[in-house]
């Protein structure tokens, strides 16, 4: 896991298996990655509200953790860093999910991105 992306899921990962409470986030982790995990935990609980809103069917705790941490990693980036264009972030999280995630992740996550963005980036040329 070499990108930053990776990098930061592999990190909100082993925070949520711990129980998901964190005081600061570890100093060792390059800037990107800070910052990406960082704002998935600062912004915690309102990116699971609008998580829960856009998934049928699953309650946010219920996902596999994995999922779980790309959908908030994907949202926050929605959500908090307008540069990076749409098909990017969910193009990221897709590839994620495939590899380290379940064989039905890739589409889930795909689904639940798509409508988050829809709502978050309804303006974004690049979607």
Do not use: C
């Not at 005081?23 to 509200?49: F, H, M, Y």
């Not at 705790?61 to 540069?83: H, K, S």
């Not at 795909?110 to 978050?120: I, M, P, T, Y």
């Amino acid at each position: 896991m070499t990108e930053p992306r990776d990098q930061a899921l592999a990190a909100l990962y082993e925070i949520d298996r711990l129980g998901g409470e964190v005081i600061a986030v570890p100093t060792s982790l390059p800037a990107r990655v800070k910052r990406l995990v960082g704002g998935v935990l600062a912004n915690r609980e309102a990116l699971d509200q609008a998580i829960a809103e856009a998934s049928e069917h699953w309650r946010v705790e219920r996902m596999p953790v994995l999922d779980r941490a790309l959908l908030r990693m994907g949202l926050y980036e929605l959500r908090y860093e307008p540069d990076t264009p749409t098909a990017v972030i969910i193009s990221e999280a897709v590839r994620m999910a495939k590899i380290y995630s379940t064989e039905k992740s890739g589409a889930f996550v795909n689904g639940v991105l798509g409508a988050l963005a829809s709502a978050e980036r309804s303006t974004d040329p690049a979607s």
